[in-house]
Structures are given as structure tokens and as C-alpha cells.
T-cell receptor, first 113, second 109 residues
Framework: DVKVTQSSRYLVKRTGEKVFLECVQD?????MFWYRQDPGLGLRLIYF???????EKGDIPEGYSVSREKKERFSLILESASTNQTSMYLC????????????FGQGTRLTVV | AQRVTQPEKLLSVFKGAPVELKCNYS??????LFWYVQYSRQRLQLLLR??SRESIKGFTADLNKGETSFHLKKPFAQEEDSAMYYC???????????FGAGTRLFVKA
């Protein structure tokens, strides 16, 4: 019963390439998030969106941008991939309001060579 | 600014021993606190949330606003509890959720 789907499980890209990571949720959630997960650093918030076409920077937005043209889809864009962006990327969504849990995608392991 | 601190990167206990995973937070408003768990090769998933005051898989967590803590406890650890545990904070209004660095729990037989 998959609710949050990330388009790729593994990606290998070259330095300087423009990279798109896609995320789709089927729960009609207002809020969507992109995190990167690194050992010892946990999940760090890159960007989040609380409505269509609305976005906010998280704690580590440098080198990334996002797009939310439809409520169910939230895209993460690496404008010019660099090796320090090699990581696991997690997408999540949740309802606004008290107590709502975040649902996560399966993750995209991105390697930049 | 919002911050979540999990001071232990790794916690190793024997089966049947009590376990406590520490979480401290920094937030000026009224936060919502959660514990998420990631088992090997599985998605990150919710374990419990402070507003529910529930016990899930024998785990409990109490929000201590005075100490700004939300420690996760279980009286008798099981091998199947071995996983990565993340403490998370959502701001007032529920727009932004941040996570701690995580604690890997290893329960030895």
C-alpha cells in the first residue's frame, strides 16, 4: 500500500549535470518535504512546501531548488550536481495540523561522479 | 530556531535490558514531538507521537517541557528493536518538521 513514491531508487549522475528527483503522494497532503540522509548527520531538511507553488527553504537549501506545480507532486532539482551532493534523498508528506505523522518515500540513493 | 539533539549515535544493550534513547529540543513555541524508526531496508515510519501518550511496541516517551526533552524508553529491549531511531519536531501550525541525527540501537542476544 504505497502512499509516497519516489521516481528512482538509485541514480548515478556526472558532476555538473542537472538532476531531477520526483516525488508523488496520493494522500492529498498539503505539506511535502525533501530531506537528505547522511550517516551521523541524520535527516536534514532541504526544502518544504505547504501548498501548491509555495516553498520554503529548510536548513540546507544551497545547491538545490524545488518545484510544486500540483498538490501531489514535489520535485527536487540539483541545478549543477556536485560530488558533495552524493547522498540518500527522502521525500515525505503530511497533513497540516496537530499530530499528523509524516509518510516517507523509499528514498533515492544519488551518486555524483 | 528549531533544533533537535540526539546525543548518542549508537546505543548497544543486551536483550531484556532497559533502554533509553535521549532527545532534547530547542523551540520557542509549542512543539509537537515524534519518534520515528527505520528498520533495515525499510522506510522511515512513525513510532509514536507525544500528543497520543501511547505505548507502541512497548516504547513510551514523555514530553518534559521543563527539561525540553522527549526521551524514548522501553523496559525490556528485544532483538527486533534493533533499528535507527529519529526524534522529530514539528513547529506550531504543523508546516515544518525537522529531525535529529538519529541513534542506532543494537540489541544483543
Amino acid at each position: 500500500d504505497v502512499k509516497v513514491t519516489q521516481s528512482s531508487r538509485y541514480l548515478v549522475k556526472r558532476t555538473g549535470e542537472k538532476v531531477f528527483l520526483e516525488c508523488v503522494q496520493d494522500m492529498d497532503h498539503e505539506n511535502m518535504f525533501w530531506y537528505r540522509q547522511d550517516p551521523g548527520l541524520g535527516l536534514r531538511l532541504i526544502y518544504f512546501s505547504y501548498d501548491v507553488k509555495m516553498k520554503e527553504k529548510g536548513d540546507i537549501p544551497e545547491g538545490y531548488s524545488v518545484s510544486r506545480e500540483k498538490k501531489e507532486r514535489f520535485s527536487l532539482i540539483l541545478e549543477s550536481a556536485s560530488t558533495n551532493q552524493t547522498s540518500m534523498y527522502l521525500c515525505a508528506s503530511r497533513f497540516t495540523g496537530t499530530g499528523g505523522e509524516a509518510f516517507f518515500g523509499q528514498g533515492t540513493r544519488l551518486t555524483v561522479v | 530556531a528549531q533544533r533537535v539533539t540526539q546525543p548518542e549515535k549508537l546505543l548497544s544493550v543486551f536483550k531484556g535490558a532497559p533502554v533509553e534513547l535521549k532527545c532534547n529540543y530547542s523551540y520557542s513555541g509549542s512543539p509537537e514531538l515524534f519518534w520515528y524508526v527505520q528498520y533495515s531496508r525499510q522506510r522511515l515510519q512513525l513510532l509514536l507521537r507525544h500528543i497520543s501518550r501511547e505505548s507502541i511496541k512497548g516504547f513510551t516517551a514523555d514530553l518534559n517541557k521543563g527539561e525540553t526533552s522527549f526521551h524514548l524508553k522501553k523496559p525490556f529491549a528485544q532483538e527486533e528493536d534493533s533499528a535507527m531511531y529519529y526524534c522529530a519536531l514539528t513547529n506550531t501550525g504543523g508546516f515544518k518538521t525537522i529531525f535529529g541525527a538519529g541513534t542506532r540501537l543494537f540489541v544483543k542476544a
